[in-house]
C-alpha cells in the first residue's frame, strides 16, 4: 500500500455519534473502541486546524433517533473532543448520506477547495458506507477509518444472522474492491504526514 497522506484541509465527517444507538432495539453491535478512537480523531484534527463536520440523524417519529427524543442527542464525546469551538459545519439528515442533509455537504465542502474526506461514527454499513460511496462518486478521495466506527447484527432475507463483524468486513472489501475510498485504521491516520 502507498503512504497515506492527509491532507491540510481534510474534512473529518463524524457521521451520527448519538445516545440512541445504546437502545437495546439495535441489537448487538462489534468494536468496543469505536467511540475512544472517534474521540482520538476529533481531536487530532481540532489539533491539526483542519475541519470537522458533524452529522445527525433526524429519523422519523417512534426511532430512538427522532428528534425530540433522548437518543437524538449526540455522545459527550463529541462536544468533549471538540472542545469549546463548534464544529466546523452541523449537518442533519433523515436518510443515509450526508450528502442528502442540510446544509448541503458538497457544495459546502467544493467551496472550501477541500477534495479529501474521512469517515467515522455510526453505522459502518449504512451511513457510513452510503456516504464514501457517494463521497467516491462526487470526486472525493475517501479515507474510511473502519476502526472508528461500528454496527449491528442484522437479519438477512433468509432469516439468518449476519453478524455485525461479517458486515464491517463486507464493506471494507466492497468499498475497497469497488474503489469507493481508501479503508484504514485510526493510528494509520494518527501517524501520517500532511501535505500541502
Given at each position: 500500500?502507498?503512504?497515506?497522506?492527509?491532507?491540510?484541509?481534510?474534512?473529518?465527517?463524524?457521521?451520527?455519534v448519538?445516545k440512541g444507538f445504546?437502545?437495546?432495539?439495535?441489537?448487538?453491535?462489534?468494536?468496543?473502541a469505536?467511540?475512544?478512537?472517534?474521540?482520538?480523531?476529533?481531536?487530532?484534527?481540532?489539533?491539526q486546524?483542519r475541519?470537522?463536520?458533524?452529522?445527525?440523524?433526524d429519523?422519523?417519529p417512534?426511532?430512538?433517533?427522532?428528534?425530540?427524543?433522548?437518543?437524538?442527542?449526540?455522545?459527550?464525546l463529541?462536544?468533549?473532543?471538540?472542545?469549546p469551538?463548534?464544529?466546523?459545519?452541523?449537518?442533519?439528515?433523515?436518510?443515509?448520506?450526508?450528502?442528502y442533509g442540510?446544509?448541503?455537504?458538497?457544495?459546502?465542502?467544493?467551496?472550501r477547495?477541500?477534495g479529501?474526506?474521512?469517515?467515522?461514527?455510526?453505522?459502518?454499513?449504512?451511513?457510513?458506507?452510503?456516504?464514501a460511496?457517494?463521497?467516491?462518486?462526487?470526486g472525493?478521495?475517501?479515507l474510511?477509518?473502519?476502526?472508528?466506527?461500528?454496527?449491528?447484527d442484522?437479519?438477512?432475507?433468509?432469516?439468518?444472522?449476519?453478524?455485525?463483524?461479517?458486515?464491517?468486513?463486507?464493506?471494507s472489501?466492497?468499498?475497497?474492491?469497488?474503489?469507493?475510498?481508501?479503508v484504514?485504521?485510526?493510528?494509520d491516520?494518527?501517524?501520517?504526514?500532511?501535505t500541502?
Amino acid at each position: 500500500m502507498s503512504e497515506i497522506q492527509i491532507e491540510k484541509n481534510a474534512a473529518l465527517i463524524v457521521v451520527d455519534v448519538q445516545k440512541g444507538f445504546e437502545d437495546p432495539y439495535f441489537g448487538r453491535r462489534d468494536n468496543p473502541a469505536a467511540e475512544e478512537n472517534i474521540a482520538a480523531l476529533i481531536r487530532d484534527w481540532r489539533a491539526q486546524r483542519r475541519p470537522v463536520v458533524v452529522v445527525r440523524q433526524d429519523s422519523a417519529p417512534g426511532s430512538p433517533l427522532a428528534p425530540g427524543m433522548p437518543g437524538n442527542e449526540l455522545k459527550g464525546l463529541v462536544g468533549e473532543s471538540l472542545g469549546p469551538e463548534a464544529p466546523d459545519l452541523f449537518v442533519t439528515k433523515s436518510v443515509n448520506s450526508a450528502f442528502y442533509g442540510k446544509p448541503n455537504l458538497d457544495e459546502w465542502l467544493r467551496e472550501r477547495g477541500i477534495g479529501q474526506i474521512v469517515i467515522v461514527g455510526i453505522q459502518t454499513n449504512m451511513c457510513n458506507e452510503t456516504t464514501a460511496r457517494m463521497g467516491g462518486n462526487l470526486g472525493y478521495r475517501v479515507l474510511f477509518v473502519i476502526d472508528a466506527m461500528h454496527t449491528f447484527d442484522a437479519f438477512g432475507p433468509d432469516g439468518e444472522v449476519v453478524t455485525a463483524e461479517e458486515l464491517t468486513r463486507a464493506t471494507s472489501a466492497s468499498l475497497h474492491h469497488g474503489g469507493f475510498a481508501r479503508v484504514l485504521r485510526t493510528a494509520d491516520l494518527l501517524t501520517a504526514p500532511a501535505t500541502a
